[in-house]
């Protein structure tokens, strides 16, 4: 599948869908950025059933500073609307490969249950 990409206005129907999304956040002036693109583009043709997307920092200022993103490139990681995976730095093909597996691979049910565990845990902790 070829990457998308994603604006303001479609990042969080994007990456609330179900399903695996992988967003690169990179601009074109930055070398690493460029050196990463290929390789990013070619995991992304391995796996149809993933949706590979990218944000271009330049244009989507808004929604970089939302993110957090402080260096580029940096890829996250969504599964079913939940972050799973987020760090800066391109990734050589074989890793991003393994990363893909990885994500594939988690136990969504037992992801759910932690986050809900922690924020009933904050919520003891706020109100103590």
């Known amino acids: 599948m070829a990457t998308i990409d994603l604006t303001e206005a479609t990042f969080p129907e994007t990456v609330g869908a179900e399903g695996t999304v992988l967003v690169d956040f990179w601009a074109s002036w930055c070398g690493p950025c460029r050196a990463f693109a290929p ?3 070619a995991v992304s043709e391995n ?3 993933i949706t590979f997307a990218k944000v271009d920092t330049e244009a989507e200022q808004g929604l970089a500073g939302a993110a957090g993103i402080q260096s ?6 969504f599964r079913d609307g ?3 995976f987020s760090q800066p730095g391109a990734l050589p093909a074989a890793t991003l490969e393994d990363l893909v597996s990885q994500v594939q691979a ?3 049910d037992d992801i759910r249950r932690q986050i809900a565990e922690s924020e009933a845990d904050a919520e003891v902790d ?3």
């Open 39 to 41: 390789t990013f583009s």
């Open 106 to 108: 988690l136990d969504m």
């Open 126 to 128: 706020a109100g103590s």
């Open 47 to 49: 796996h149809p059933d």
């Open 72 to 77: 580029i490139p940096t890829l996250m990681v």
């Open 82 to 84: 939940i972050l799973v």
